[in-house]
């Protein structure tokens, strides 16, 4: 059984424990806060596609390209996707 620092009052708290028995701090294990990380990580990388998709295709459609409707539409579908997995996330 390994052991950690409560980060809050410096106590020895068990990896294993949900939070510290001195003071109650949630004890985050390492993997769960990285999944959480790179998961956000994940969902803003795609609204930055997306949004250059939207614009792509905006620029597209300026001049009358017939890639602009695809890639706009495809653009707003990863966008609201993206906003939908965001929220699923985080309430
Ligand atoms: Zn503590």
């Not at 596609?49 to 792509?56: Q, W, Y």
């Not at 295709?57 to 706009?72: E, M, Q, R």
């Amino acid at each position: 059984m390994a052991l950690t620092n409560c980060p809050d009052c410096g106590n020895q708290v068990s990896t294993s424990a949900a939070m510290c028995p001195h003071c109650g701090h949630p004890i985050a294990r390492d993997g769960e806060r990285i999944t959480t990380q790179q998961t956000s990580q994940r969902i803003k990388a795609l609204q930055a596609l997306a949004v250059l998709l939207i614009a792509l295709g905006l620029i597209g459609l300026y001049f009358d390209s017939v890639f602009g409707i695809p890639a706009a539409a495809v653009g707003i579908v990863l966008y609201l996707a993206a906003r939908l997995a965001g929220w699923w996330r985080h309430g």
